[in-house]
């Protein structure tokens, strides 16, 4: 049985994926459905981490917190973290410019591959500084931290505070009271 290769499928550009409907995310001209939407307990674990960035970075004067927000990373990748840090913010009115500083993203039976693998290479290369996953089926978050070009995990917990050392200030983000 032959398979296809996902370099024998057609890519797509930027201009591609603002014409089509539905959530989707394009990984190097590759389409990926962002679908079925997310289940309530992502939603919720989800909506717990936003609520406390900007409470904590309120000390971060250069750094707001975003909410399912699209990064055009380039004209061929453009994906949406669940919850991201930005400093020196520089949006337009459709998408991220500037690497975020911290990405976090809720894992999904459905999304928890690409989570863990692409998006995790993604980040990386892009100079992401930390990249935090959070595992409802478990409570777990991973602390994955940038060092010399590559993740670290720093840090498993579901119940302590963790802070994040960003150029601008330190954040504290209290992982009981979102996992």
Same mark, same amino acid.
């Given at each position: =049985? @032959?398979? !296809?290769?996902?370099?024998?499928?057609?890519?797509?550009?930027?201009?591609?994926?603002?014409?089509?409907?539905?959530?989707?995310?394009?990984?190097?001209?590759?389409?990926? &459905? =962002?679908?079925?939407?997310?289940?309530?307990?992502?939603?919720?674990?989800?909506?717990? !981490?936003?609520?406390?960035?900007?409470?904590?970075?309120?000390? +971060?004067?250069?750094? *707001? &917190?975003?909410?399912?927000?699209?990064?055009?990373?380039?004209?061929?990748?453009?994906? +949406?973290?669940?919850?991201?840090?930005? +400093?020196?913010? *520089? &949006?337009?009115?459709?998408?991220?410019?500037?690497?975020? @500083? !911290? %990405?976090?993203?809720?894992?999904?039976?459905?999304?928890?591959?690409?989570?863990?693998?692409?998006?995790?290479?993604? /980040? *990386? #290369? *892009?100079?992401?500084? /930390?990249?935090? =996953?959070?595992?409802?089926?478990?409570?777990? @978050?991973?602390? /994955?931290?940038?060092?010399?070009?590559?993740?670290?995990?720093?840090?498993?917990?579901?119940?302590?505070?963790?802070?994040?050392?960003? @150029? #601008?200030? %330190?954040?504290?983000?209290?992982?009981?009271?979102? +996992?």
């Amino acid at each position: =049985m @032959a398979y !296809i290769k996902l370099e024998d499928l057609p890519t797509y550009t930027y201009v591609d994926y603002l014409q089509w409907k539905g959530r989707w995310e394009l990984i190097e001209g590759h389409p990926y &459905a =962002m679908s079925p939407s997310p289940v309530l307990e992502h939603q919720h674990k989800s909506g717990k !981490i936003h609520a406390q960035l900007p409470l904590r970075l309120e000390g +971060c004067a250069d750094c *707001q &917190a975003v909410l399912a927000t699209d990064w055009k990373i380039d004209n061929e990748t453009v994906l +949406c973290p669940d919850n991201a840090v930005v +400093c020196h913010l *520089q &949006a337009d009115d459709h998408f991220i410019i500037r690497t975020p @500083a !911290i %990405i976090f993203e809720v894992l999904s039976p459905s999304t928890k591959r690409k989570d863990r693998n692409e998006k995790f290479h993604i /980040y *990386q #290369e *892009q100079g992401v500084s /930390y990249y935090v =996953m959070v595992d409802p089926a478990t409570d777990l @978050a991973e602390i /994955y931290q940038l060092l010399n070009g590559r993740y670290h995990l720093v840090k498993e917990t579901t119940r302590e505070i963790f802070e994040f050392d960003l @150029a #601008e200030c %330190i954040l504290k983000i209290d992982f009981s009271k979102c +996992c």
